[in-house]
């Protein structure tokens, strides 16, 4: 069966290629286009984990993070933190909120893949 991953990030275009990337590589996806609709996501799709952009309207990533937190069917789903800031405080604010990595926009298809295949524990 194959893993399943929640991609929730703001930006049609991007989301695409993650999305179509991720297919490629076998895996089961599922798109949300803001935190709001990732946290409803993440509660009904249950992925095996999520690709989380960190600036985005309504709820950004680091909101999302902390809502999971708070919630123990969804608080232990491994989270990959996409961000256009290479600020070294991003990404420890994130890893600090949960996040297992992070990726600097732009990334390219093949780092996305190996951190999503390392993180999930996919060694095919």
């Known amino acids: 069966m194959s893993k399943k991953v929640l991609v929730v990030d703001d930006s ?3 989301r695409n290629i993650i999305v179509f ?3 490629k590589a076998g ?3 599922q798109q ?3 935190g709001v609709d990732g946290i409803e996501k993440i509660r009904e799709f249950k992925p095996d984990m999520i690709v989380l952009d960190i600036m985005m309207p309504r709820l950004d990533g680091f909101g999302v993070l902390m809502e999971k937190s708070k919630d123990d069917a969804i608080k232990s789903i491994p989270v990959i933190i996409l961000t256009a800031k290479g600020g070294e405080e991003d990404k ?9 990595g992070v990726l600097t926009k732009p990334f390219s ?5 190996s951190s999503v295949k390392e993180v999930i ?4």
Do not use: H, T
């Open 27 to 29: 895996y089961e996806i």
């Open 92 to 100: 420890d604010k994130a890893i600090s909120l949960g996040a297992l």
């Open 32 to 34: 949300a286009v803001d």
């Open 12 to 14: 049609p275009v991007l």
């Open 21 to 23: 990337n991720l297919k």
């Open 121 to 124: 524990g996919d060694a095919s």
């Open 109 to 113: 298809p093949k780092q996305l893949i």
